[in-house]
């Protein structure tokens, strides 16, 4: 008799949310797919692969936002909603066997501590207990006892840049089928031991190019290779969510109790030991600070990269801090016109983009931008300057012009904020950031293409609602002690034993920690 292929439904909302902006993040932000259209986002389900041969895949919806602002309750309501109304529809027509839940694990809500465990119970209410769910998660979203109960399967990234995003889904849907199609005398829903680590740092002092998590995501491979073993994940966690779940934990699923259970705490005591090890990824300062050192540069430090970290879109800043480009423009190296070709990204600044387009590239123009939402470190800024180039059609942006002030600055705005990571980003509006002096970006860690454009970089611990000095901004509800809020534990260190979570299928009793 022919074994009938798997059905497997797809969902998942993922936003990586800062509680520290005021920012705030609309259904519309997550540009939901539903459907075919859900499906076609991941390349690995392509009719003709492997897994698409395997099993039988159903989009139900998926959304994907920038990194911003807490998701008002009405947009996750609204989404929630249709996610839930559209998986009723598959299982009313298949009799489902996984669904795999693609998240990020650091989307705040108003008004709910886990969104993505809120998310789950409603899936769970309509799929029943016995489907077998795998999540994909960031290395940055936080997993608490809750979700980890509920969950069958989990995995996140090894890599921060993220350059194994597409490799990490594509293994949470291995291993779904894998588990829904073991032979018989396999159990199909593994062991999990979840530890919780309390250590909460913020991505630019835990990247995996560099040491100690070069070598903590390292040695994922030597637990991977004990007996029963499926995956592995060790999540950073995410700093800018005030909640109790945010830190940092090591999940570990297998088929041998002792293994996951031992792998989880090997993992765990390694981040645990090199707490005070873990350091910024570039050499750091006030904004003053890297600016001198990139204006006094050589050529051979150039185009020299300085990160505004304080308002990186990408880990959930509101993008419209004015702050870093109000300071930029009153250096006197600026106003004296020697500071070489200098390229700013960006403020979002929809009416000056309008009122640039309309007078068209060449004219010179006096526009007011930023400052909009997240006007706490400064106000808007006024900027007089040329209309140097004008691009439509973004999907994040959606109309883009820079602006060439003070002959040698090139100020970059936006209608909606929007990142700067690839070289295009730059070169698609006429810049040329390798033949630039100093590139001011609004990113912490570089993203790989701009990593390696980079002469020389800096990371100006500048303001803003992804503040890298942690400390500055006031977590109130984090579990405590927590390092490095907290760096004397006493005679109290952490308990870093295995905590082995029931089965989905089984009730979740105990303590919450």
């Known amino acids: 008799m022919t074994r009938r292929r798997p059905i497997i439904a797809v969902c998942g909302l993922a936003c990586e949310t800062s509680a520290f902006t ?5 259904a519309a932000a997550f540009h939901p797919r539903r459907g075919r259209d859900a499906i076609a986002l991941y390349r690995f389900l392509d009719a003709g692969t492997p897994l698409a041969i395997a099993a039988d895949w159903y989009g139900a919806l998926i959304g994907r936002a920038l990194p911003g602002g807490m998701v008002t309750r009405a947009a996750y309501e609204e989404l929630a909603d249709e996610m839930v109304c559209l998986l009723e529809a598959i299982v009313a027509e298949h009799s489902l066997d996984g669904l795999w839940f693609d998240i990020h694990g ?7 501590d886990d969104a993505e465990l809120d998310l789950l119970q409603r899936i769970r209410a309509v799929i029943g207990p016995n489907v077998l769910v795998s999540a994909s998660m960031d290395l940055h979203g936080n997993v608490s006892r809750e979700l980890a109960h509920m969950l069958d399967l989990v995995t996140c990234f090894r890599m ?7 490799a990490t889904k594509q293994r949470a849907c291995e291993n779904l089928v894998k588990c829904i199609r073991a032979p018989r005398d396999v159990p199909q829903r593994p062991f999990k031991a979840w530890i919780p680590v309390p250590v909460l740092l913020p991505g630019e002092q835990t990247s995996t190019r560099d040491e100690p998590a070069r070598s903590i995501y390292g040695s994922i491979a030597d637990v991977e290779a004990l007996p029963g073993i499926l995956d592995v994940g060790v999540w950073v966690g995410y700093a800018w969510a005030d909640a109790p779940r945010n830190r940092a934990a090591v999940l570990v699923t297998g088929w041998n109790r002792a293994s996951v259970a031992a792998g989880a705490e090997r993992l765990a005591r390694q981040f645990w030991a090199a707490r005070a090890d873990f350091h910024f990824v570039a050499p750091t300062g006030s904004l003053d600070e890297c600016l001198d050192a990139a204006f006094a540069a050589s050529s051979s430090e150039r185009p020299y990269f300085v990160s505004d970290s304080g ?13 870093g480009l109000t300071r930029l423009l009153e250096r006197r190296e600026i106003i004296e016109r020697r500071a070489g070709v200098i390229i700013y990204a960006s403020i979002p600044g929809p009416e000056a983009v ?4 309309a007078a068209g590239v060449g004219s010179t123009v006096t526009v007011t931008a930023g400052a909009a939402v997240d006007d706490l470190h400064a106000g808007p800024i006024t900027l007089t300057g040329a209309v140097f180039s004008v691009k439509h059609g973004d999907q994040h942006a959606r109309t883009e012009v820079v602006l060439r002030v003070l002959e040698s600055v090139y100020v970059i705005l936006t209608e909606l904020r929007k990142p700067y990571h690839y070289e295009r980003d730059f070169t698609d509006l006429g810049l040329q950031p390798r033949q630039a002096d100093v590139v001011l970006v609004k990113i912490g860690y570089l993203e790989p293409e701009l990593y390696d454009m980079a ?10 609602g992804v503040d890298q000095d942690l400390k500055r901004l006031g977590h109130t509800r984090i579990r405590r002690p927590m390092f490095p809020f907290d760096t004397d534990f006493g005679d109290k ?5 295995a905590r082995l979570i029931p089965l989905s299928t089984e009730p979740l009793s105990g303590p919450d920690e």
Do not use: I, Q
């Open 493 to 497: 260190p952490p308990d870093l034993s």
């Open 311 to 323: 308002d990186n879109p990408t880990a959930g800043g509101s993008g419209d801090v004015t702050w």
């Open 455 to 464: 002469a020389a970089w800096m990371l100006a611990l500048t303001p803003g």
């Open 22 to 26: 005021p920012a705030r993040t609309s």
């Open 160 to 166: 921060a840049p993220h350059e194994d995003e597409l």
């Open 354 to 357: 309008r009122k640039a387009v």
């Open 106 to 112: 650091a989307m705040v809500v108003e008004g709910l």
